[in-house]
């Protein structure tokens, strides 16, 4: 996974990636490309936590929970819709579902801004 954010100074992120559940209740652990991780992620109704290192830091919402782990909003609901080949529409991203069955996403962020530039890849378990 990868985030670019065309922000001032431009703002990159990127990580491997294992994501469970779904969007009401799921799990996202980030990790570096030595194996060290970066983050843990968990999800419920009423109930989001972000753990890095040793401290647990609990948010409002999934994704204020995404958007303190990598810096960007990205829409977790859609997400599992993209990776899933749907073409799930949020007001200011495009998604280019044409490599998903290649195990590949890009999704743009245009607005509001700054940009951001979102790209997975990936494999099914």
Same mark, same amino acid.
């Given at each position: 996974?990868?985030?670019?954010?065309?922000?001032?100074?431009?703002?990159?992120?990127?990580?491997?990636?294992?994501?469970?559940?779904?969007?009401?209740?799921?799990?996202?652990?980030?990790?570096?490309?030595?194996?060290?991780?970066?983050?843990?992620?968990?999800?419920?109704?009423?109930?989001?936590?972000?753990?890095?290192?040793?401290?647990?830091?609990?948010?409002?919402?999934?994704? #204020?929970?995404?958007?303190? +782990? !990598?810096?960007? /909003?990205?829409?977790?609901? &859609?997400?599992?819709?993209?990776?899933?080949? =749907?073409?799930?529409?949020?007001?200011?991203?495009?998604?280019?579902?044409?490599?998903?069955? #290649?195990?590949?996403?890009? +999704? !743009?962020?245009? /607005?509001?801004?700054?940009? &951001?530039?979102?790209?997975?890849?990936?494999? =099914?378990?």
């Amino acid at each position: 996974m990868s985030l670019r954010i065309d922000s001032e100074p431009v703002q990159t992120f990127s990580a491997l990636f294992e994501l469970r559940g779904a969007p009401r209740a799921g799990d996202l652990t980030l990790t570096s490309p030595i194996g060290s991780t970066l983050a843990q992620l968990h999800w419920s109704p009423g109930e989001a936590l972000l753990k890095d290192g040793s401290k647990t830091r609990r948010f409002d919402s999934v994704d #204020a929970l995404i958007e303190a +782990a !990598t810096g960007a /909003a990205i829409p977790v609901a &859609a997400l599992f819709g993209w990776l899933a080949g =749907r073409d799930e529409r949020v007001p200011g991203w495009r998604p280019d579902l044409s490599q998903i069955g #290649a195990g590949r996403l890009q +999704a !743009t962020r245009d /607005a509001p801004q700054p940009r &951001a530039d979102l790209r997975i890849v990936f494999e =099914r378990a």
